[in-house]
């Protein structure tokens, strides 16, 4: 019998994604692969020591993930270190795989910092982390969750080192017309400044028709 998905893990000095598909290398990963992983349910680890490039997605400006998680992390203890968009419109979206980007995952002086376009879970339990070091978070627009999702995705921020936090809107949304609880929660630690360019909306309701309880 097949077992339970697991995790690939691919860690070169600096990673490259592309899109659509091609021939991979140990720096270079295409942007259907990850997908196909991802929503097979293999969660996706590339840890690179310097950096990782998303180039511009131009087919259709989505890596469509599922329930995999999808990892970026760098080490992040030079100030060019990071996880960079080519174009920030584009998106990164799972169902109720995690997003998690760490530009300080090194034991040295976290500098590291991200650019990134738009991140988004549509499902259940499907986390946004980002952290960061003084290269800050700049990030285009953050969602998860939606009508019908009783537990929106946690969004975690956070930047050390005096780095700065940039985020464009941020949307968490949990509902539930059962007897389950709907949950949303949102926590930005910045090390620096705060500057958020658009509105913050996190909520968690049930229908009247429900007996359970939103918090």
Known sequence: PNGKPGTILLDPAAITIYDGTGSATSATVYEQWIESQSVAGVNV???AADTITMSA??????????????????????????????????????TIGDIILNAGAGSGAVSGGVNLGNLETTGNDGHI???????????ASIATGGIGVEAAGDVALTTVNNGDITTGPITITASTNSN???????????????????????????SPASTGTAY
Do not use: E, P
């Open 45 to 47: 680890a590339l840890a």
């Open 57 to 94: 997605l131009a087919t259709d400006g989505v890596l469509q993930g599922g329930s995999g998680d999808i990892s970026l992390s760098v080490l992040g203890d030079d100030v060019t270190d990071g996880i960079f968009f080519d174009d920030i419109t584009n998106t990164i979206r799972t």
């Open 180 to 206: 389950w609880m709907a949950s949303a929660d949102l926590n930005i630690n910045a090390g620096g400044g705060l500057i958020v360019n658009g509105d913050i909306n996190v909520t968690a309701f049930a």
């Open 129 to 139: 982390t980002i952290n960061a070091g003084s290269g800050g978070i700049r990030v």
